[in-house]
């Protein structure tokens, strides 16, 4: 009698007990699971990746698309137009070698390529180049290097031959230093030492 009395005491109460549990275990069910929704795995996975991508190095980059620096053109005693423009020659990579040679053969740093213009030959002017040494550049002379390379020449030929360029050729004549491309010369010969200069293009 006694033991049917405590059952119908105990069992509404047990019953609000698993109603209780139930009602508390749906948050924390909800609670687990929600990290490992398809929607937050998605969304996480990118900015995760995102996170741990390596830097990129342009390093190797920089050194493959370099380009080795150009040679410079030193002036001695520069000289100058009457219009006040500086008076200029280059010298071609051919012709800073062949210096560079002579001067190493002959043991002698000092090694120029002296120029000069005179009247004659066969179209009026013609140019000499001869060896020397950068030593014996006067106040009237100028002096172009490049590369270790020295070519001297005086200002009145500077004036003639101006925006030049002293090259080295191999021809079926022989190799030689020659003054080519300039922009004043309006004809030359065949030996190409011999050329007339238009004056109009001044």
Same mark, same amino acid.
């Given at each position: 009698?006694?033991?049917?009395s405590?059952r119908?005491?105990?069992?509404p109460?047990l019953?609000?007990f698993s109603?209780?549990t139930?009602?508390?275990?749906?948050?924390l069910?909800?609670?687990?699971?929600l990290?490992?929704?398809r929607?937050?795995?998605?969304?996480?996975?990118?900015q995760q990746?995102?996170?741990?991508r390596?830097?990129?190095?342009?390093?190797?980059?920089?050194?493959?698309?370099?380009?080795? =620096?150009?040679?410079? #053109? *030193? !002036?001695i005693?520069?000289?100058f137009?009457d219009? $006040?423009?500086?008076?200029?020659?280059?010298? /071609?990579?051919?012709?800073?070698?062949?210096?560079?040679?002579?001067?190493q053969e002959e043991?002698? =740093?000092?090694?120029? #390529? *002296? !120029?000069?213009?005179e009247?004659?030959?066969?179209? $009026?002017?013609q140019?000499?180049l001869?060896? /020397?040494?950068?030593?014996?550049?006067?106040?009237e002379?100028?002096?172009f290097?490049?590369?270790?390379?020295?070519?001297i020449?005086?200002?009145?030929?500077?004036?003639?031959?101006?925006?030049?360029?002293?090259d080295?050729?191999?021809?079926?004549?022989?190799?030689?230093?020659?003054v080519?491309?300039?922009?004043?010369?309006?004809?030359?010969c065949g030996c190409?030492?011999?050329?007339?200069?238009d004056?109009?293009?001044?």
């Amino acid at each position: 009698m006694m033991l049917r009395s405590a059952r119908r005491v105990l069992q509404p109460k047990l019953g609000q007990f698993s109603s209780l549990t139930r009602t508390l275990a749906i948050p924390l069910t909800l609670h687990i699971q929600l990290p490992l929704t398809r929607a937050n795995y998605t969304t996480e996975a990118p900015q995760q990746a995102k996170r741990t991508r390596a830097p990129t190095s342009l390093s190797n980059t920089s050194r493959s698309f370099g380009e080795a =620096p150009k040679h410079q #053109l *030193r !002036i001695i005693n520069k000289k100058f137009a009457d219009d $006040g423009k500086l008076l200029i020659m280059d010298i /071609s990579d051919r012709a800073i070698t062949k210096l560079n040679n002579i001067a190493q053969e002959e043991n002698n =740093p000092g090694v120029a #390529l *002296r !120029i000069s213009v005179e009247s004659g030959g066969c179209h $009026g002017f013609q140019y000499n180049l001869n060896l /020397s040494d950068v030593n014996t550049k006067t106040d009237e002379d100028c002096v172009f290097e490049k590369g270790g390379a020295k070519v001297i020449i005086d200002d009145s030929s500077l004036g003639i031959l101006r925006e030049s360029t002293v090259d080295y050729t191999t021809e079926l004549i022989g190799s030689m230093f020659k003054v080519v491309d300039s922009p004043y010369m309006a004809s030359s010969c065949g030996c190409g030492s011999s050329f007339d200069f238009d004056f109009s293009k001044l």
